[in-house]
């Protein structure tokens, strides 16, 4: 069997609070997976949480739980949120479970017996809030550190580190040779800007299981656990080596042996990430992948960050978005679509009510909800819902746009994919318009010209649910439906025009978006 796509998100931190920029990602990942799977290509999506460190034990601690069933009960909520998102992934890893810790220590073991660890005392301040080491180049000019690193403290403690000074030159390499491994291209130059202008220092990669010990123990010296980085990178390994992936070395493999020739995904195609973990992902990742002796992904997607009104989102200030309130307002496709339609990968956004309701209002509702009911309650009433003679005014339009659509989808290139697909429904209301079927149906001489007006707009309706298929998929199966055609317009190759049959009939329209008073 050949490789399937393989997509990642970043995996959630269990002890924060669902929001926009979570469920950004997490829906970019979605509709990357579905298209994927509607193009024909065998797709695996995997989406998670990062469930250890010393901010989860504490929380845990401080609700007189363990933090086992602390996170046992938030992973339930994530879980809830990702249904709510109507993602499609495959697989939900967690950290905390037995298949990746076992595969988080063979490859701890197969690096420490290949000597890329050595021990050694650190000396210097720590954040416990970002489970970081800081310098002195971290002061601000006025000697503080910044607010966000929280309570910083001293230490004076023994680690474990990862050499990485050999590694620098041959991943500045990698990056040049392979222009695409890290996209954008202006986040590209960033991680090449920083691999050249910086030596790189040794990674940590333990913590004292005296101070912390909720983490995976190291296996050659308990007396520590892994730091929390490296225990949640290697879950885009973790999940396909514990399937039995024949693409993972086979020392990373559970013992006994569980290759799974039918189960093909590393290396991974895809691992979509914030902007502000990609160094981890750019560094840090490919170089432990070298020294596991694991193939480099193919890219690190690195999206932006949206702010609300012009402003960082913040519990405190309560200026945030919260997407489960939006969903159960407006539907998830209308969640889905703001996010997708206004921010390209890469960029910042900037979420505001007004925007939001502004693109309901004119693409959603006045747009495609307006020209699929108009279309279908048209054949309805004037046709009885059946479908008329093939006839192929706007077929070259319709193919062209949806040859357009698929580049975009295989580019990743969705906001302009949907760009396109509105181009389509553009077309499609201006045909209404232009043909004003409502007249035609006035004359009975005109009879002929209406039934090819009402086959064009009912076939470019059903074209329309196969595109929309990976990024509103309710919205594309309420429009297959009341097509009255079977299962979901999920497989792209559905997208070719006259496969509307002549004589089939229609179900019952009825508005997709409802429109809402202002
Ligand atoms: N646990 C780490 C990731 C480990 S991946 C091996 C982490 N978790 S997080 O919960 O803080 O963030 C998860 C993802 O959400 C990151 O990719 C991050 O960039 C993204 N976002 C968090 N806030 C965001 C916005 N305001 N906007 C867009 N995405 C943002 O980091």
Known sequence: MSKRFYVTTAIDYVNGQPHLGHAYEKVIADVIARARRSLGQETFFLTGLDEHGQKVQQAAVAEGKSPQAYCDELAAIWKAFAAKLELTNDDFVRTTEARHKQVVQAILSKL???GHFYKEVYRGFYSTREETFLTHKDRRPDGTFDPAYGEVVELDEENYYFRLKDHQQWLIDYIEQNPTFVAPAYRRNEVLGFLKNNVLEDLCISRPAARLNWGIPLPFDPDFVTYVWFDALSNYITIPAAQGDPGVPGSLRPQPSTLNPQLALWPADIHLVGKDILKFHAVYWPIMLKAM????????????????????MSKSTGNVVDPIKVIDEWGVDAFRFYVLRE??????????????????SAELANGLGNLVNRSLSMLKRYRNGIVPAQHDELSSRAVFLSEQVRGQLVENRLQDALQSIWALVTVGNQY??????FKLAKDPA???????????LTEVCRILAVLLWPFLPGTAARINAQLGLPGAPDKFSGAHWGGLAPGHTIGTPTPLFPRKDP
């Open 112 to 114: 420490h017996a290949e």
């Open 293 to 312: 002796g694991a193939p480099l992904p193919k890219q690190v997607l690195a999206h932006g960050w949206w702010q609300k009104d012009g402003q960082r």
């Open 343 to 360: 921010l390209d990968i890469g960029p910042d956004g900037n979420w505001t009510e007004a925007g939001f309701k502004a693109r309901y």
């Open 432 to 437: 209404v318009d232009q043909m004003a079927p």
């Open 446 to 456: 005109k009879a002929e010209r209406l039934d090819e007006v009402l086959y064009n």
